[in-house]
C-alpha cells in the first residue's frame, strides 16, 4: 500500500484560516482596548477637573457677596471660587492630542430635615419638595 507523509492541502488551508481568524478576533479586541483605555483617561481627566473645581469652591472667604472676596453666594452662579468656568484646553501626550473641557455647574438648595417628625433631622430634601403627606382627620394618625 501507499503511505501517506504530511498534510494534504485541505488540512493546511483549514489550519491558517483557523489561525487567521483566531489572529483577526485578537487584533480587533486590542483595538478596542486601546479605544477603551483612552475613553478612561478622558474621563479620569473630566474627573480630576471636577474634583479640582469643587475643591476650589469649598474655601470661601464671606457668606455674603463682597467684592473682591470669594463668597458662599457667587457659588450659586458660574462666578464662584478661583477657576474660571467655561471651555478649559487641556494637552494631554502632545498638542496634536488637545481636550477641551466645558466646567460649568449648577446649584440647588437642599434642607436637612425631620421627615418622620420624631425631631431629629434625618433627609435630605429639595427646595420645594413636599416630604409628607397633608392629612387633617384623625385616621391618617398613629
Known amino acids: 500500500m501507499y503511505k501517506k507523509y504530511g498534510f494534504?492541502?485541505?488540512e493546511v488551508s483549514i489550519a491558517s484560516l483557523l489561525i487567521m481568524l483566531g489572529v483577526t478576533g485578537y487584533?480587533?479586541?486590542?483595538?478596542?482596548y486601546v479605544v477603551a483605555?483612552?475613553?478612561?483617561?478622558?474621563r479620569n481627566l473630566a474627573l480630576h477637573l471636577a474634583q479640582e473645581k469643587l475643591t476650589d469652591l469649598v474655601y470661601f472667604q464671606q457668606l455674603s457677596h463682597?467684592?473682591?472676596a470669594i463668597s458662599y453666594q457667587n457659588i450659586a452662579t458660574n462666578l464662584?471660587?478661583?477657576i474660571a468656568s467655561g471651555e478649559r484646553d487641556v494637552i494631554i501626550s502632545?498638542?496634536?492630542?488637545?481636550q477641551t473641557y466645558d466646567?460649568?455647574?449648577?446649584v440647588e438648595n437642599l434642607y436637612y430635615v425631620d421627615t418622620?417628625?420624631?425631631?431629629?433631622?434625618?433627609?435630605?430634601?429639595?427646595d420645594g419638595v413636599t416630604f409628607f403627606s397633608y392629612c387633617y382627620t384623625s385616621k391618617c394618625r398613629s
Open 37 to 42: 483605555d483612552a475613553n478612561i483617561n478622558l
Open 8 to 10: 494534504s492541502l485541505i
Open 27 to 32: 487584533v480587533t479586541l486590542q483595538s478596542e
Open 94 to 98: 502632545s498638542v496634536l492630542n488637545l
Open 116 to 126: 418622620t417628625f420624631n425631631g431629629i433631622a434625618d433627609s435630605w430634601v429639595k
Open 80 to 82: 464662584g471660587g478661583t
Open 103 to 106: 466646567t460649568q455647574w449648577q
Open 66 to 68: 463682597i467684592p473682591g
